[in-house]
Each structure stands twice: as C-alpha cells, then as structure tokens.
C-alpha cells in the first residue's frame, strides 16, 4: 500500500513537472526568436554605423572647408562597440535559451517514457472520463 501511494505521489510530481514543463517551454520558444530578431537588428545596425562612419571620413577627406568630423567618427565607433558587446551578451543568452530548451525536451521526454514504462501514465483523450 505503501508503495501504491508512493508511485501515485511519484506520478503526480511528474505529472506537475511535466506540466510546468510544457507551460514554460513555448515562453522560453518566444524569447528565443524575440533575441534572434534582436540580433539581427544589431548586425544590421552595426553595419550602418560601418558605413556611416566610413562615408563620414570620405566626406572629411575630400571636403575644402576644415570640419572635424573625427569626433562624430568616434562617437560612432564607440556605438559600435556597444552595439557588439550587447550583441554578445544576447548571443551568450540565446545559446544559455537554447540549451535551457533543450533540456526541457529532453527530461520531459525521459519522465514520460520512465511513466509510461512503469504503466502509471496512460495517454487518454481529456473528453473521456
């Protein structure tokens, strides 16, 4: 009788992990397509200070009045920077997501097949009692 209760307690604690499990798990799919978007956006923004600072040096180069723009030059450089640091730390976020995710699927499918195995968990229909 014992160990009746301890498997139910056992299914149900499985029951509810696995549960909060398939709660999390579309959470954690959305977060990581909102940080790849975002990644994206970085390098496309990374790529237009490029330009933007090489066609500035053009300008001041061929230009007969003397503006500095070389501050405006490092003022976009040092976004740059920050814009790749950032980038890397959503990099390191997406892949610590990814594994997350990963591990998510790969328990929820070792308690389903440990339940299933020990004949504890059967798959029905919810319109059926």
């Known amino acids: 009788m014992a160990s009746a209760a301890l498997v139910e307690t056992s299914a149900g604690k499985d029951a509810i992990a696995e549960g909060l499990l398939d709660l999390l798990k579309p959470a954690i799919q959305q977060l990581d397509l909102h940080v790849h978007s975002v990644r994206e956006s970085q390098v496309e923004l990374r790529e237009h ?8 040096c053009r300008i001041n180069e061929h230009q007969k009045v003397a503006l500095d723009l070389d501050p405006y030059v ?56």
């Open 49 to 56: 200070i490029d330009n933007l600072a090489t066609e500035l």
């Open 74 to 129: 490092k003022k976009l450089l040092n976004a740059r920077r920050r814009v790749v640091l950032v980038n890397n730390i959503l990099q390191n976020a997406q892949e610590r997501l990814r594994r997350l995710n990963h591990n998510v699927a790969k328990e929820t499918a070792r308690r389903k097949t440990m339940l299933e195995a020990s004949g504890v968990f059967t798959t029905r229909s919810p319109s059926k009692p």
